[in-house]
């Protein structure tokens, strides 16, 4: 296939909240209470709400930069791609990347919300409601077959959850941006049937429960003193630890239809993972009393499961041991591991490389997204505009860098010494 | 190669130590002092040690029991195959299995034997000294070219470590028994200068750094209610934390011939992660400043570390993408993830899939370990007498079963709550 004739859906991008995005949708009575983005006097913009500092809002949106300015910075808006933040800035970013269509995942709130709780559920209802309607009706409206909408979570009551869940399918959302380990936030494990009324309205709505990398707000670092490259290395294939606890866990066997997706970890090592879970049920099950109705753990893993890449060569090599219909590829704009502009090229090599034929390119780029998430692009806009080709001349001129403020440009020492302090701090949080 | 040709030498086996180990090696002040083993009321046999009580000797010492009687049973000496702690019923058990040579980790002291770390240095040091000389002297001294002798470490105190490594090396000993995580265990992490005297006497002596699944002191539970198999799944892909702080640590670079082993960790993930450290160093080397001297961390991976592996048909696969010379087998004998008596159909069955060539065989059954190791089995034992099937042909008639006491087999139901509470005290532990 040629490069510029692929289809890109990208099943994980990532959202930088613009300032007013909850003025058109919060009661009136809670606006003075909402978060709310604050310029620090050194540049960086935060989100205030209550006790709480997001300390910074445009961490990782590197986007355009050059690699050496990667790090903890940037930290403000008006450091970073306004695509980051403006819809009609993303969609011509998209269009530059060659990306008909995205998903994205929330910054502030958390990948599950949790900044939203608070002592006063219909307040924290209230904002849940407002970020999704916003994100529904504002951004993903505005380009209607350019996103796959995405709910966030009640995550602290799952019978309000399952009602919002309901709600936003009525809207036409079928993907919830969940955690990958509720116990981990001190709410009930998966095992717990608390969760039963949101599994339920999962499945009546064909939502897919999206746990994203990093969302059970356990960090991946073995040491407060380890190198800033362990944690990124360790960062995707720490979903493993999801993986397993819900493939074994009770709601796969209860809810045949409940789809999850295991957003940015990777491909690669799902097909060691299978022959492990299947040796683990050929070793134990008869002590373990787990049972599958006759199938075996991989079996239920390609029922259930969607995996997502980036780029990862030895994943599309095996991608018929994954499974080649539990495959889709993604983009992580505007992160530091994406590779926008440029991941069609990235991409393209890749599937050259291994020889995969076209029909297994379109149910990796396009075509296992779209099923997954009840997503039909092609209702809005013809194919032969859907194309990397045509999406690109569309874009033609469009810049794609951005610039650093001069000042904000740091050395490679205070870059670390800014992310050792920051993991300090977040071990101190978590440990206390 | 015929299944009766190879020469299987097995990088990680344990023993269940025997209560009169120090008996010929502690100086006579320490030994009213000691570890001893007691036999309890309901039939356990438990290491007591000061205010320390190890709960069950004979966890997951299983080999020779039918899958159902699997679980945290059996708990007494009486209910577990003499091999697991008698040298001389281990080497039968060995023929039995077709297994040349074995390298054996420790049971109740811990894998870093941080169960003898004391208020007194002087005892501390003389418990590792004695269990050395005991493991050294007595276990493998009795059979010459059948085990790869291993020391454990004083992991309290870096130089007296080193000085045990030299010690034990002067003894002939290549192998350290180390931690996943020394951070973990309250100890300065792998990133602190303070190992450096430990780092220089490993490389001074040929000694390998063999970390094992499971040493870090940490669990792989995702949630206290997660099912027995999400533990078992993780335990071994969980040491690619270990493998990831060590890869981007300074020891690997100050000391280019460390070699560390992921003992038990498989392989089958190990391409997926080389490929995610090439990445991370090309997207992100510009502000972490790893410098590898020109190298690739992939290619800093293939010279210090090996990779272990019981069943791993992906992994044979693609064992070139790991490196070929970076892979040992093992059988994992007497835990319940070893196929023993029948490893070797298990292994020759995927070799035979996987049409791995004779040399490539031979060096991930036997010739990795010796080189690793600097083990040399033939210069004790004929190479004629070293295959599975001379080897089992000198065990003929050997019984490979063994009885449970009848009323030590408990219903799963029993087996899963006696799991559960054993999690419970472990995180409670952990906690605390």
Redesign the interface.
Known sequence: MDKNDMILISVDDHIIEPPDMFRNHLPAKYIADAPRLVHTDDGADVWKFREVTVPNVALNAVAGRP?????LEPEGLDEIRPGCFDVHERIKDMNAGGVLASMNFPSFPGFAARLFATEDPDFSLALVRAYNDWHIDEWCGAYPGRFIPMALPVIWDARACADEVRRCADKGVHSLTFT??P??LGYP????PYWNPLWQALVDTDTVCSVHIGS?GRL?V?????????M???Q??NI???A??L???RPVKDYPDLKIALSEG????I???L???D???E????????DFGGKVPSDIFREHFLTCFI?????VR?RN?IGIDNISWEMDYPH??SMWPDAPEALHEVLTQEQVPDDEIDKMTHRNAMRWYSFDPFAHIPREQATVGALRAAAAGHDVSIQARSHKVTS??E??GAYQSQIKAATAHTAS
């Open positions: 690699k050496h300015e990667y790090g990958e380990n116990a981990a494990s998966f095992h717990d059970s991946s073995p040491a407060v003193d380890s190198p800033p490259d362990v990124i290395t360790l995707p294939m493993v630890q999801a397993a606890d493939l074994w866990s990777g491909t690669g090592w097909p060691y993972f022959e492990r879970v040796r683990t049920f070793m134990h099950s008869a002590w373990t009393t787990q780029s990862d060569p030895i994943g095996l041991e530091s591991d490679a020492q870059k670390l």
